[in-house]
């Protein structure tokens, strides 16, 4: 049972460390930021035939 | 272009070639399905052919869809998608070749072996040690080239899809290294390192795992990537994707026990399974809403864009059986629902609707641009969309209401304890309609799959193959990466293993320590506000630098996915099993009926029967006393099992004559009528091999089970005395039998299970 305690009780730090740091995040300045790197995905790319086939 | 900026081509060949397997592999580990699943209706589709018996199939259906089907799609998918979300060509062509056909060897090495009876004995973990090393291997091949295209990408920052990618191919590698640690005792046969016990909790922990960090992890990643190019959206919150991402990892490795509850594992570790799995509910449910909410604003295309339409089906599919996956592991929805098709529905929610629609959607998405061609047909794909969707409603359905029923009618009993069922039959023969309608579900996804194939097909023969590209400036100035000593070193980090440390030193030791580390707590806290505030550092800061060293990243996931499992399989599989055992201990096999056992396990028996009886009234009266710890501590593997299609066989031994298995074995619905087992008459023609019996027993006895020392004639003579002795009865019953034939020693064995000693009794007593 101290197991189940003690797991519950290290979860519930690092949820509490997920939100303080989460609410510092929200108030910092960023290098990137997640609405950039939120658009990796949309990049445009061009195309060339395969060396094999040409 | 201009002088400094050169074109670099993305490796996509390698990505058709991995989409193109994928694409087969999925036919026939699906054909295959469709097989086993007609085989429990009508028997006959067994051909009385050995390797075509479905305790054979089974594990090639798993091995099949799991692997092969989705394993391509995932690495045509992860290939695809790395090269451009870090833009960079694949590390090594080489090695990007070498893990395709490396990998097509594996499979037909296991379609091979696993219809022929080599076998494991461990769901999803049945290949053979020479092909275990392979995938291991291969696995190391994936992860340098994956690892070393990150290491020359030209994009800093890694997209949450990679960090998906990373927590695939480190916990995969901890899982699948671990559960299958073996000691051979020939080059087709080995047995596992753990027995009993142990080797259940390792198993749930690797097989649980399996479907979460090789079905949905990288799934989630793919997810991430292809549902905003689909959809062009932007994922809909990054953030949210932090969190999501970061306690899916941490929580979803401790979940494993929830596959063994109520049975004789140590409650802490079965309440340890039950909580994580609840608690999963919430990331799963964050990845899910954060993919469909991609949508936003899109969802008009739903109706003309097949791609779309399978991503937000298969996401809603994830979100379904996320929420049906903490339901069943509760305990006392765990009592109803285990051992019966329920669980078969919730599995097949999982893989036909999120990994099934998921690779469809990606395919559709992928051969016109691969090919540079429009798709072949949309209508074909809606089609293929239709029936695949009334295919998996139609399984699903059928099988949660089979199991229901077959959980209602197997745990039926008055209050005095007697059963309303008390034929195992009976409850067979009341789901046979539904498993009738299971196959009817199976076959339309497997003909909307069919589909699918041929649209791509004829996708392919309109374009031709192109690769992506992408401009680099030859001038752009590498970014420094954040290196260990800056991960490991940085203030955030170390605030964070500071407080940990320091809380659970107020709490958990006493008097002056305990005052250390209140005070600590609260000075780290004023500490780092006061520095974070001061010197303008912050945990977002931090991170964005992680993000862009992908080695520290990397070690961060190892951590979060290694604490559940150090926690719950280090103290169980470090214990001298022999001195937590109190009542019961197991009766060591002899070198026949270690034979016959290796031969229910070569047979796959345990896709059929459980060996563990559960402490509820009904199951006691059907099958005898519940099964205790130490009753199979020297099973290597354990045979505890996780489906009864047919009864459980934890107290079988002693229960019916020889001649009663005899016949059985030979035509068992004579013995049972309607009964849906195979008959096994190649055990009646086959010799047992005798001689690797020494080679076995020096392995199980360096693996701790206690057999007596015994010369190599010793070993064989005491078995083929035993097989004399057996074959004797059976000629008084009017059964002529070789008595060197695999039925004898396959009885021996049946006749031995539940066998144990009383551990109080010092005279060492069979009960």
């Known amino acids: 049972m101290n197991v189940i305690l003690l797991t519950v009780f290290v979860g519930l730090i690092l949820v509490g460390f997920a939100i303080v740091l989460y609410f510092y995040c929200r108030a910092s300045s960023y290098e990137s930021s997640p609405e950039r790197d939120s658009l990796m995905p949309l990049h445009e790319e061009t195309v060339v035939a395969h060396r094999g086939s040409r | ?767």
């Open chain 2, 1 to 767: 272009m201009s002088a400094n900026k050169r074109t670099i081509e993305y490796n996509d060949q390698i990505v058709r070639q991995f989409m193109l397997a994928s694409i087969v592999w999925g036919v026939v580990g699906m054909l295959v399905g469709v097989l086993i699943a007609a085989q429990l209706n009508y028997k006959f589709l067994n051909f009385n052919t050995e390797w075509l018996t479905f305790g054979r199939l089974r594990p090639l259906h798993t091995n099949a869809v799991i692997f092969a089907f989705v394993g391509n799609m995932v690495f045509a998918g992860v290939y695809h998608s790395t090269q451009r979300l870090v833009r960079a060509r694949l590390a090594s062509d080489f090695l990007s070749k070498l893990h395709f056909w490396a990998w097509q060897l594996i499979i037909v090495s296991a379609a091979i072996t696993l219809p022929l009876g080599y076998t494991r004995g461990k769901e999803y973990a049945e290949l053979i040690w020479p092909i275990n090393i392979a995938v291991a291997l291969i696995w190391v091949v994936f992860a340098i080239n994956f690892f070393w295209t990150l290491g020359i990408r030209r994009e800093k920052s890694l997209y949450v899809a990679v960090w998906f990618y990373i927590a695939t191919i480190i916990t995969v590698a901890m899982l699948y290294i671990v559960n299958h640690l073996s000691i051979p005792t020939s080059l087709v046969h080995s047995y596992p390192i753990f027995g009993g016990v142990q080797d259940a909790l390792v198993q749930w922990w690797y097989g649980h795992n399996a479907v979460a960090f090789f079905l949905t992890t990288p799934i989630l990643g793919i997810m991430y990537y292809y549902m905003p190019k689909a959809a062009d959206r932007p994922v809909y919150s990054y953030k949210l994707s932090v969190v999501h991402f970061w306690s899916l990892v941490f929580i979803y490795i401790w979940a494993g026990p929830h596959h063994l509850l109520n049975t004789a594992l140590p409650e802490w570790l079965q309440s340890l399974g039950m909580i994580f799995s609840l608690m999963l509910w919430a990331p799963s449910w964050g990845g899910m809403l954060n993919g469909l909410l991609t949508l936003r604003g899109a969802w008009d295309k739903l109706r003309t864009d097949p791609v779309l339409k399978f991503f937000a089906a298969g996401i809603t599919f994830y979100g379904m059986a996320t929420l049906e996956g903490p339901l069943l592991s509760i305990k006392s929805v765990s009592a109803l629902a285990h051992y019966t098709d329920w669980i078969i529905g919730h599995v097949h929610a999982g893989t036909l609707g999120w990994n099934g629609f998921m690779a469809a959607g990606m395919f559709y998405f992928l051969a016109p641009r691969l090919w540079n061609t429009k798709l072949y047909s949309k209508s074909l794909a809606n089609l293929h969309f239709w029936l695949g969707l009334v295919g998996i409603l139609l399984y699903v359905a059928s099988m949660w209401i089979s199991g229901i029923t077959q959980g209602l009618m197997l745990n039926g009993a008055d209050a005095k304890g007697i059963l309303n069922y008390p034929n195992f039959l009976e409850t067979l023969q009341s789901i046979r309609p539904l498993m009738g309608l299971r196959i009817i579900g199976g076959g339309f996804y497997l003909i909307g799959f069919l589909l699918m194939a041929y649209n791509i097909g004829k996708t392919i023969s309109s374009g031709s193959p192109v690769n992506g590209t992408f401009e680099v400036d030859e001038d752009e100035v590498e970014s420094k990466p954040m290196g260990l000593i800056g991960a490991f070193c940085g203030p955030s980090f170390l605030y964070a293993v500071a407080l940990v440390v320091f809380t659970c030193l107020w709490l958990f030791s006493g008097g002056v320590l305990g005052v250390i580390g209140m005070v600590f707590l609260f000075a780290t806290v004023l500490v780092a506000v006061v520095h974070f505030k001061a010197s303008g550092v912050t945990f977002g800061n931090w991170y964005d630098r992680l993000l862009q060293s992908s080695l520290p990243f990397s070690i961060f996931v190892l951590l979060a996915a290694l604490v559940g499992g150090v926690v719950q399989i280090v103290p169980l599989v470090t214990l001298d099993r022999e001195s937590v055992i109190t009542d019961k201990i197991q009766k060591v096999y002899t070198p026949l009926e270690l034979e016959g056992r290796d031969l229910y396990v070569s047979e796959g028996c345990y896709n059929c029967h459980s060996q563990m009886i559960r402490p509820f009234v009904a199951e006691v009266k059907r099958y005898g006393d519940y099964s205790l710890l130490g009753e199979s501590i020297y099973d290597h593997p354990y045979q505890w099992g996780s489906r009864r299609i047919g009864p459980d066989l934890a107290r079988v031994g002693g229960k019916y004559s020889n001649a009663w298995h005899y016949d059985h074995m030979l035509e068992p619905h004579r013995i049972s009528p309607h009964s849906n087992m195979p008959n096994y008459p190649w055990l009646f023609k086959k010799s047992t091999n005798y001689a690797s019996l020494p080679s076995k027993i020096s392995v199980q006895q360096t693996l701790g089970v206690p057999f007596a020392p015994m010369s190599d004639e010793e070993i064989i003579a005491g078995a083929k005395a035993q097989a004399e002795a057996i074959a004797a009865d059976l000629k008084k019953e009017g059964k002529e039998v070789d008595p060197d034939t695999q039925i004898v020693a396959m009885i021996a064995y049946l006749q031995q299970i539940g066998k144990s000693l009383d551990v109080s009794d010092t005279s060492g007593a069979v009960e």
